[in-house]
């Protein structure tokens, strides 16, 4: 009994030992850059963006991402001092109250040595009274902002323009999807974007102020008066340089309470998002834009703030009928097409398909596969088209398959 007790003990142990990498923090991700998201205290849900933010940066691969979180409004500060120097980028997801001093210089002086900021969306309502700070973030909305803080920002006639008019700084119209418009096609954040792309429901900021100094304004978004907008250009995408340092800022991101955030989940906003962190943390992007990036028209959206994996992708198109929405199978497409130089990622994709093919889907779904596997189907695929060719539904589509896949043989 002693021994069994023991034996106990020791598996106990060895799970224990087992499952501590799993809970052990972000910096066990095997990333070129460490990122630091800054939160705690928000009038947005941080509790829901923040690690959203973390999920959308650790993406990418490039990144391992820690989080410094505040203590809650109203609590003591004085020993909030997150360490800035260990990090390639900060990113603010904060809005609350003030850092202590120490922690406030520690930032300006990360900045101005050359360090990477992202600001997100209401991260600019924060410290309307911390001049250096608005220097960092460029412009800023809320907190009694005014005309003290800055001109506006607009694109009029062709070009960026300043207006130093009085008024209240930060609004938004009702939430909808509105056309992002790059103004600066050559920056490497939005190098190879479509000029103009539609994103998702979103707050669209507008009547943002602040210094605007060293600001390049990447994107701005129309804000229609017929959404209770301003009727103006507003920015929606800048850079900042504060010091050496390197500042992205996007408006873009409204985020609060649960359930589906579709200003998030827009490959728009995820794909600057990387690309603007990238930049704000090495000077330069290395990353591609994706095939399911938005157009002018289309909206384009990852629910899990990524590409699906080919297994997500055939179970989502398993229940296909016409008339539902096809960007599963657009995107298998997608994934086929880019596969087509890769012969070991080729095979691995006919062997799911085939394996797809056996299973319960609709007919929809399997013509769909069928169609694909033409293109890229060997031998292997042959008995499953055999079998389909007995199914009135598949029939017509597998002796396609099986005349094109013998052809690519035989020639
Ligand atoms: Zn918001």
Request: no cysteine; charged share 20%.
């Given at each position: 009994m002693k021994t069994i007790f023991r034996s106990i003990f020791i598996l106990i142990i060895a799970i224990g030992l087992l499952a501590i990498p799993a809970c052990q923090n972000d910096s066990e991700i095997n990333a070129p850059y460490k990122a630091l998201i800054v939160t705690g205290q928000n009038n947005h849900s941080w509790e829901a963006s923040t690690p959203i933010l973390k999920e959308i940066l650790e993406n990418t691969q490039l990144f391992a991402c820690d989080i410094a979180k505040s203590p809650?409004?109203?609590?003591?500060?004085?020993?909030?001092?997150?360490?800035?120097?260990?990090?390639d980028v900060i990113v603010l997801d904060y809005t609350g109250d003030a850092w202590p001093e120490k922690t406030q210089t520690a930032f300006l002086e990360y900045v101005d040595a050359g360090g990477g900021v992202v600001v997100y969306h209401?991260?600019?309502?924060?410290?309307?009274?911390?001049k250096e700070f608005n220097k960092v973030i460029g412009l800023g909305g809320w907190g009694d902002r005014n005309e003290k803080n800055g001109p506006y920002v607009r694109w009029k006639n062709g070009e960026i323009t300043r207006d130093l008019s009085s008024g209240r700084a930060g609004s938004h119209g009702e939430q909808h999807a509105f056309v992002v418009t790059i103004r600066e096609k050559d920056h490497p954040i939005t190098?190879?974007?479509?000029?103009t792309w539609l994103h998702a429901q979103d707050e669209l900021y507008s009547e943002l102020r602040g210094p605007?100094?060293?600001?390049?304004?990447?994107a701005t978004a129309f804000a229609d008066t017929a959404k209770g907008g301003t009727g103006e250009n507003e920015p929606a995408l800048m850079t900042i340089k504060y010091g050496e340092g390197r500042v992205f800022h996007t408006t873009l991101g409204h985020v609060t309470g649960t359930g589906r955030h579709p200003a998030v989940e827009c490959v728009g906003f995820i794909v600057t998002l990387q690309r603007g962190a990238e930049w704000a943390a090495t000077g330069d992007v290395l990353q591609e834009i994706p095939i399911a990036f938005p157009g002018h028209n289309s909206l384009s959206s990852w629910d899990k703030f990524r590409p699906y994996t080919l297994d997500e992708l055939l179970e989502c198109m398993e229940e296909y009928m016409p008339g539902d929405s096809r960007v599963c199978l657009q995107d298998l497409s997608n994934m086929i097409r880019k596969a087509s130089t890769d012969t070991d990622k080729l095979k691995a994709i006919e062997l799911s398909l085939i394996d797809f093919l056996k299973d319960d889907a609709t007919d929809n779904a399997k013509n769909y596969v069928l169609k694909e596997l033409s293109l890229i189907g060997t031998k292997a695929s042959i008995p499953v088209l055999e079998k389909l060719m007995k199914d009135d539904d598949t029939k017509e589509m597998a002796r396609f398959a099986t005349e094109r896949i013998t052809n690519n043989y035989t020639n």
């Open positions: 809650a409004q109203g609590e003591d500060m004085s020993d909030y001092s997150p360490i800035f120097t260990d990090y209401a991260a600019n309502n924060a410290f309307p009274d911390w190098k190879g974007m479509p000029e605007a100094e060293n600001m390049t304004v990447l």
